[in-house]
Protein backbone atom coordinates (compact mmCIF):
# COMPACT_ATOMS: atom_id res chain seq x y z
CA UNK A 1 0.00 0.00 0.00
CA UNK A 2 1.45 3.79 -0.93
CA UNK A 3 2.38 5.78 1.87
CA UNK A 4 0.85 8.92 2.63
CA UNK A 5 2.61 11.72 4.32
CA UNK A 6 1.42 11.22 7.51
CA UNK A 7 2.40 8.11 8.91
CA UNK A 8 5.86 9.23 7.49
CA UNK A 9 5.50 12.22 9.87
CA UNK A 10 4.30 10.61 12.64
CA UNK A 11 7.01 7.48 12.34
CA UNK A 12 8.75 7.42 15.95
CA UNK A 13 12.21 5.64 16.59
CA UNK A 14 12.52 2.28 18.38
CA UNK A 15 14.87 0.07 19.89
CA UNK A 16 16.36 -1.01 15.99
CA UNK A 17 16.50 0.52 12.70
CA UNK A 18 13.33 -0.25 10.82
CA UNK A 19 11.54 0.42 7.13
CA UNK A 20 8.36 1.96 6.12
CA UNK A 21 8.14 1.02 2.20
CA UNK A 22 6.31 2.79 -0.01
CA UNK A 23 6.54 0.68 -3.26
CA UNK A 24 8.52 0.10 -6.30
CA UNK A 25 11.90 0.02 -4.49
CA UNK A 26 11.38 2.99 -1.99
CA UNK A 27 10.86 2.98 1.32
CA UNK A 28 11.78 5.36 4.46
CA UNK A 29 14.29 3.90 6.82
CA UNK A 30 13.67 5.11 10.96
CA UNK A 31 16.92 4.89 12.73
CA UNK A 32 16.78 4.37 16.46
CA UNK A 33 18.11 8.80 16.92
CA UNK A 34 15.52 9.54 15.15
CA UNK A 35 16.65 9.89 11.57
CA UNK A 36 13.86 9.23 8.73
CA UNK A 37 15.98 8.93 5.97
CA UNK A 38 14.71 7.94 2.25
CA UNK A 39 16.36 5.19 0.51
CA UNK A 40 15.49 3.33 -2.87
CA UNK A 41 16.56 -0.27 -3.05
CA UNK A 42 17.21 -1.50 -7.03
CA UNK A 43 18.72 -4.38 -8.97
CA UNK A 44 21.65 -4.02 -11.45
CA UNK A 45 23.22 -7.18 -13.19
CA UNK A 46 21.57 -9.37 -11.06
CA UNK A 47 22.78 -7.48 -7.52
CA UNK A 48 20.94 -5.72 -5.19
CA UNK A 49 22.25 -1.96 -4.55
CA UNK A 50 20.56 1.02 -2.54
CA UNK A 51 20.45 4.39 -3.48
CA UNK A 52 20.59 7.16 -0.20
CA UNK A 53 18.27 9.85 -1.30
CA UNK A 54 18.40 11.96 1.35
CA UNK A 55 16.61 12.58 4.92
CA UNK A 56 12.84 13.33 5.47
CA UNK A 57 11.79 16.78 5.49
CA UNK A 58 14.60 18.06 3.12
CA UNK A 59 13.37 15.35 0.77
CA UNK A 60 9.35 14.97 0.57
CA UNK A 61 7.55 12.21 0.38
CA UNK A 62 6.83 13.79 -3.94
CA UNK A 63 10.05 14.27 -4.17
CA UNK A 64 11.44 10.86 -3.24
CA UNK A 65 8.77 9.10 -4.99
CA UNK A 66 10.57 11.15 -8.23
CA UNK A 67 13.76 11.11 -7.55
CA UNK A 68 12.88 6.88 -7.14
CA UNK A 69 11.50 7.08 -10.91
CA UNK A 70 14.30 8.81 -12.33
CA UNK A 71 16.49 5.80 -10.74
CA UNK A 72 14.35 3.54 -12.09
CA UNK A 73 14.77 4.89 -15.56
CA UNK A 74 18.37 4.93 -15.11
CA UNK A 75 18.79 1.08 -13.94
CA UNK A 76 16.29 0.48 -17.18
CA UNK A 77 19.12 1.30 -19.47
CA UNK A 78 21.75 -0.13 -17.62
CA UNK A 79 23.33 2.83 -15.64
CA UNK A 80 24.06 2.68 -12.33
CA UNK A 81 22.22 5.56 -9.91
CA UNK A 82 25.07 5.69 -7.60
CA UNK A 83 27.51 5.20 -10.29
CA UNK A 84 25.59 8.68 -12.16
CA UNK A 85 25.06 10.45 -8.74
CA UNK A 86 29.09 10.58 -7.71
CA UNK A 87 29.69 11.71 -11.13
CA UNK A 88 26.93 14.37 -10.99
CA UNK A 89 28.99 15.69 -7.59
CA UNK A 90 32.09 15.54 -9.32
CA UNK A 91 31.25 17.45 -12.01
CA UNK A 92 29.05 19.84 -9.73
CA UNK A 93 32.72 19.82 -7.93
CA UNK A 94 34.29 20.78 -11.22
CA UNK A 95 31.71 23.78 -11.97
CA UNK A 96 32.02 24.99 -8.47
CA UNK A 97 36.49 25.14 -9.46
CA UNK A 98 35.69 26.89 -12.56
CA UNK A 99 33.76 29.74 -10.92
CA UNK A 100 34.19 33.26 -12.12
CA UNK A 101 35.39 33.54 -8.33
CA UNK A 102 37.51 30.63 -8.12
CA UNK A 103 39.38 31.73 -11.54
CA UNK A 104 39.61 34.76 -9.83
CA UNK A 105 41.32 34.36 -6.70
CA UNK A 106 43.51 31.44 -8.73
CA UNK A 107 44.66 34.49 -10.59
CA UNK A 108 45.44 36.82 -7.28
CA UNK A 109 47.13 34.09 -5.88
CA UNK A 110 49.23 33.75 -9.30
CA UNK A 111 49.64 37.41 -8.74
CA UNK A 112 50.96 37.45 -5.13
CA UNK A 113 53.50 34.93 -6.40
CA UNK A 114 55.14 37.20 -9.05
CA UNK A 115 55.16 40.13 -6.37
CA UNK A 116 52.64 42.70 -7.33
CA UNK A 117 52.00 45.24 -4.21
CA UNK A 118 49.51 44.64 -1.45
CA UNK A 119 47.69 47.23 -2.06
CA UNK A 120 46.99 46.00 -6.04
CA UNK A 121 46.45 42.55 -4.68
CA UNK A 122 43.89 44.04 -1.98
CA UNK A 123 41.43 46.28 -4.74
CA UNK A 124 41.43 42.71 -6.80
CA UNK A 125 40.16 41.02 -4.25
CA UNK A 126 37.77 44.32 -3.68
CA UNK A 127 36.97 43.64 -6.97
CA UNK A 128 35.79 40.44 -6.77
CA UNK A 129 33.20 41.42 -3.93
CA UNK A 130 31.90 44.17 -5.31
CA UNK A 131 31.12 41.82 -8.69
CA UNK A 132 28.64 40.11 -5.84
CA UNK A 133 28.43 36.07 -4.78
CA UNK A 134 26.01 34.91 -7.32
CA UNK A 135 27.80 36.10 -10.31
CA UNK A 136 31.00 34.88 -8.57
CA UNK A 137 29.38 31.49 -7.94
CA UNK A 138 28.80 31.13 -12.02
CA UNK A 139 30.72 28.70 -14.36
CA UNK A 140 33.10 31.36 -15.96
CA UNK A 141 32.71 29.58 -19.27
CA UNK A 142 28.89 30.49 -18.92
CA UNK A 143 29.12 34.12 -18.77
CA UNK A 144 27.72 36.33 -21.49
CA UNK A 145 28.21 39.57 -22.23
CA UNK A 146 24.91 40.27 -21.20
CA UNK A 147 25.14 38.93 -18.19
CA UNK A 148 28.43 40.89 -17.14
CA UNK A 149 27.17 44.15 -18.39
CA UNK A 150 23.80 43.73 -16.23
CA UNK A 151 26.13 43.63 -13.01
CA UNK A 152 28.32 46.23 -14.39
CA UNK A 153 25.49 48.36 -14.64
CA UNK A 154 24.26 48.11 -11.32
CA UNK A 155 27.33 50.07 -9.94
CA UNK A 156 27.03 52.25 -12.93
CA UNK A 157 24.07 53.84 -12.13
CA UNK A 158 24.94 54.28 -8.92
CA UNK A 159 27.05 57.08 -10.40
CA UNK A 160 29.86 55.08 -10.17
CA UNK A 161 31.93 55.56 -13.45
CA UNK A 162 35.20 55.14 -12.76
CA UNK A 163 34.63 52.02 -10.56
CA UNK A 164 32.13 50.15 -13.00
CA UNK A 165 35.18 50.48 -16.01
CA UNK A 166 38.14 49.50 -13.67
CA UNK A 167 35.55 46.34 -12.84
CA UNK A 168 35.10 45.88 -16.39
CA UNK A 169 39.03 45.84 -16.96
CA UNK A 170 39.43 43.24 -14.03
CA UNK A 171 36.91 41.27 -15.13
CA UNK A 172 38.34 41.19 -18.83
CA UNK A 173 41.87 39.95 -16.66
CA UNK A 174 39.98 37.06 -15.15
CA UNK A 175 38.49 36.10 -18.51
CA UNK A 176 42.04 36.08 -20.50
CA UNK A 177 43.14 34.24 -17.44
CA UNK A 178 40.15 31.85 -17.68
CA UNK A 179 40.95 31.36 -21.43
CA UNK A 180 44.40 30.69 -21.27
CA UNK A 181 44.14 28.32 -18.67
CA UNK A 182 41.63 26.32 -20.55
CA UNK A 183 38.74 27.31 -18.31
CA UNK A 184 36.60 29.74 -20.37
CA UNK A 185 36.45 30.22 -24.36
CA UNK A 186 36.35 34.39 -24.54
CA UNK A 187 36.00 37.41 -22.57
CA UNK A 188 32.76 38.79 -23.00
CA UNK A 189 34.65 41.69 -21.38
CA UNK A 190 36.27 42.54 -24.35
CA UNK A 191 33.49 42.53 -25.94
CA UNK A 192 31.72 45.69 -23.91
CA UNK A 193 34.18 48.42 -24.66
CA UNK A 194 32.12 51.64 -25.56
CA UNK A 195 29.09 50.03 -23.81
CA UNK A 196 29.97 51.90 -20.39
CA UNK A 197 29.72 55.23 -19.41
CA UNK A 198 33.30 57.22 -18.96
CA UNK A 199 33.93 59.60 -16.31
CA UNK A 200 35.08 62.90 -17.50
CA UNK A 201 38.54 62.99 -16.57
CA UNK A 202 39.27 66.13 -13.80
CA UNK A 203 43.04 67.01 -13.70
CA UNK A 204 44.92 68.36 -11.03
CA UNK A 205 47.69 70.46 -12.31
CA UNK A 206 50.71 71.21 -10.10
CA UNK A 207 50.70 74.83 -8.70
CA UNK A 208 53.81 76.51 -10.44
CA UNK A 209 52.96 80.20 -9.25
CA UNK A 210 54.79 81.20 -6.52
CA UNK A 211 52.28 83.06 -4.75
CA UNK A 212 49.61 80.39 -4.82
CA UNK A 213 52.62 77.87 -4.39
CA UNK A 214 53.43 80.44 -0.67
CA UNK A 215 49.42 80.54 -0.29
CA UNK A 216 49.64 76.64 -0.28
CA UNK A 217 52.50 76.17 2.60
CA UNK A 218 51.08 78.90 5.06
CA UNK A 219 48.19 76.86 4.42
CA UNK A 220 49.37 73.56 5.54
CA UNK A 221 51.49 75.54 8.47
CA UNK A 222 47.86 76.73 9.69
CA UNK A 223 46.50 73.77 9.46
CA UNK A 224 44.80 72.04 12.68
CA UNK A 225 44.21 69.02 12.95
CA UNK A 226 45.34 65.00 13.26
CA UNK A 227 49.35 65.34 14.12
CA UNK A 228 49.88 62.59 11.64
CA UNK A 229 48.22 64.39 8.82
CA UNK A 230 49.87 67.56 9.77
CA UNK A 231 53.22 66.13 9.35
CA UNK A 232 52.65 64.34 6.16
CA UNK A 233 51.32 67.44 4.61
CA UNK A 234 54.82 69.45 5.59
CA UNK A 235 56.85 66.63 4.47
CA UNK A 236 54.94 66.46 0.99
CA UNK A 237 56.85 69.65 -0.50
CA UNK A 238 60.34 68.26 0.67
CA UNK A 239 59.73 64.74 -1.46
CA UNK A 240 58.85 64.01 -5.16
CA UNK A 241 56.61 61.53 -3.73
CA UNK A 242 53.44 60.43 -4.44
CA UNK A 243 50.73 61.04 -1.51
CA UNK A 244 49.89 56.96 -1.18
CA UNK A 245 53.70 56.42 -0.92
CA UNK A 246 53.92 59.01 1.82
CA UNK A 247 51.00 57.88 4.09
CA UNK A 248 52.45 54.24 3.93
CA UNK A 249 55.73 55.61 4.48
CA UNK A 250 57.02 52.80 7.31
CA UNK A 251 59.89 53.42 10.20
CA UNK A 252 62.32 50.46 8.86
CA UNK A 253 62.53 52.70 5.35
CA UNK A 254 63.41 55.44 6.65
CA UNK A 255 67.97 55.41 7.38
CA UNK A 256 67.78 58.47 9.51
CA UNK A 257 71.91 58.01 9.69
CA UNK A 258 71.81 58.23 5.63
CA UNK A 259 69.21 60.60 5.33
CA UNK A 260 67.29 58.34 2.92
CA UNK A 261 64.03 56.92 2.66
CA UNK A 262 64.56 53.60 0.76
CA UNK A 263 61.02 52.77 -0.47
CA UNK A 264 60.66 48.35 -1.45
CA UNK A 265 60.07 47.20 -4.73
CA UNK A 266 56.55 45.69 -3.39
CA UNK A 267 55.21 48.96 -2.62
CA UNK A 268 56.45 50.79 -6.58
CA UNK A 269 54.97 50.03 -9.82
CA UNK A 270 57.73 49.18 -11.36
CA UNK A 271 58.74 47.15 -8.77
CA UNK A 272 61.80 48.35 -7.81
CA UNK A 273 63.24 49.77 -4.85
CA UNK A 274 63.36 53.39 -5.00
CA UNK A 275 65.48 55.88 -2.67
CA UNK A 276 64.65 59.44 -1.46
CA UNK A 277 67.23 61.88 -0.23
CA UNK A 278 65.90 63.43 3.12
CA UNK A 279 66.97 67.04 3.44
CA UNK A 280 67.47 68.27 7.12
CA UNK A 281 63.95 69.76 7.24
CA UNK A 282 62.34 66.44 6.00
CA UNK A 283 64.68 65.05 8.70
CA UNK A 284 63.29 67.28 11.19
CA UNK A 285 60.07 66.63 10.56
CA UNK A 286 60.40 62.94 10.68
CA UNK A 287 62.16 63.21 13.81
CA UNK A 288 59.11 65.27 15.17
CA UNK A 289 56.49 62.51 13.79
CA UNK A 290 58.59 59.62 15.49
CA UNK A 291 58.15 61.36 19.26
CA UNK A 292 54.54 61.17 18.57
CA UNK A 293 53.84 58.02 16.55
CA UNK A 294 56.09 56.10 19.00
CA UNK A 295 57.19 52.53 17.88
CA UNK A 296 54.23 51.59 15.52
CA UNK A 297 55.06 50.35 12.04
CA UNK A 298 53.37 53.02 10.53
CA UNK A 299 55.46 57.12 10.37
CA UNK A 300 51.45 58.58 9.96
CA UNK A 301 49.07 56.15 11.67
CA UNK A 302 45.64 56.74 11.38
CA UNK A 303 44.22 58.54 14.77
CA UNK A 304 41.58 55.41 14.61
CA UNK A 305 44.92 52.50 14.99
CA UNK A 306 47.86 52.99 14.82
CA UNK A 307 48.23 49.17 13.16
CA UNK A 308 46.56 51.45 9.43
CA UNK A 309 48.01 54.57 7.96
CA UNK A 310 46.34 57.65 7.60
CA UNK A 311 43.54 57.61 5.16
CA UNK A 312 44.20 57.52 1.35
CA UNK A 313 42.04 60.88 0.91
CA UNK A 314 45.60 62.66 3.38
CA UNK A 315 47.75 64.34 2.52
CA UNK A 316 46.19 64.10 -0.86
CA UNK A 317 44.12 66.96 0.50
CA UNK A 318 44.38 67.20 4.45
CA UNK A 319 41.20 69.15 4.39
CA UNK A 320 42.81 72.32 3.13
CA UNK A 321 40.15 72.88 0.03
Known amino acids: MA ?16 KITDGQGLYLLVNPGGSKLWRVKYRLNGVERKLALGSYTEITLAEARSARDAARRQVAHAVDPNAAKRQACIEASIRASHSFASVAEELIEKKTREGLAEPTLKKMRWFVKLLGRDFGKRPIAEITPQELLHELRKHERR ?20 V ?14 GALTTARVKHFPAITDPVAFGALLRAIEDYQGDPAVIYALKLTPHVFQRPGEIRQMEWTEVDFDKAVWIIPDAKM ?18 TDMRSLSGSGR ?9 ARPISCSVPASGGLG
Open 3 to 18: LTDTPVRNAKPKGKPY
Open 159 to 178: GRLDTTNLLRAFASRVFRYG
Open 180 to 193: ATARADRDPAQLLI
Open 269 to 286: KMRQPHSVPLSRQSLAIL
Open 298 to 306: YAFPSIRTR
